[in-house]
């Protein structure tokens, strides 16, 4: 089996979490001095990774103990500090032309539904509702969930996450790219995407599929039979 990028990220992050929870809960020295050791071997990994992405960029010792010193900056104590994947929140909005709300991602420049981080105090529909405001400018309403994804296995990114996504249903507001965070705001049908749009062979098809109304399951990632033994 070759190791992808996905692969070590995923690997990396899930040594760097369990070593990280286990120094909030141990009491023991023996043990913190194991757990700072799978640190640097998760940093290890880390940079093999930042390797097979950037392959004119060697990484140095530097590099793993800078990575190192931030997992150690992030550990608390006890339940404060056990490390669990952040909570992101996205909305698939449709329009009465069944036509799909889009945003370009400024730190990126892709096409993608908008989306954002989970905000203490509001519920995940409501952030998805909140989101879709702030981004483009339209106002909607959550229908119902139609994907829970794991952001890692996922390949979205280096951050643990679990992607919350909700289809939602246009109800007024003007079109207004968020100044900061969207280069451009648009709808779209299927037939016309803009370019690049993120990740598009996971979710674009479902999409279209809920907004049509051919399509009321909720995707997910199937548990897998070996977590660690693909």
Not at 13 to 28: D, H, K, M, N, V
Not at 83 to 99: C, F, I, M, S
Not at 135 to 146: L, S
């Amino acid at each position: 089996m070759t190791a992808s990028g996905s692969d070590l990220a995923r690997w990396s992050e899930a040594l760097a979490g369990l070593a990280r929870t286990g120094l909030a809960f141990t009491e023991s020295s023996f043990e913190a001095e194991r757990y700072h050791e799978i640190l640097a071997i998760a940093a290890d990994i880390r940079a093999a990774e930042f390797g097979q992405q950037h392959a004119d960029a060697e990484p140095t010792d530097h590099d793993q103990d800078a990575t190192v010193e931030t997992w150690l900056r992030t550990v608390g104590r006890r339940v404060a500090g056990y490390v669990t994947p952040k909570v992101a929140v996205g909305a698939v909005v449709g329009d009465d032309q069944g036509r799909l709300l889009l945003i370009q991602r400024s730190d990126s420049g892709v096409w993608l539904y908008p989306t954002g981080w989970a905000d203490v105090g509001y519920s995940a529909a409501e952030v998805a509702e909140k989101e879709v405001q702030e981004e483009t400018g339209i106002e909607c309403r959550v229908e119902r969930p139609i994907a829970i994804l794991d952001g890692l296995r996922a390949g979205f990114g280096r951050v643990p996450l679990y992607s919350i996504v909700f289809l939602c249903r246009a109800t007024g507001g003007e079109l207004a790219a968020h100044p900061q965070e969207c280069l451009d705001v648009g709808w779209f049908t299927r037939d016309d995407l803009p370019e690049p749009v993120a990740n598009a062979e996971l979710w674009v098809d479902h999409a279209f599929a809920s907004i049509e109304g051919s399509a009321d399951d909720v995707v997910f990632d199937k548990p897998r039979d070996q977590v660690w033994r693909s």
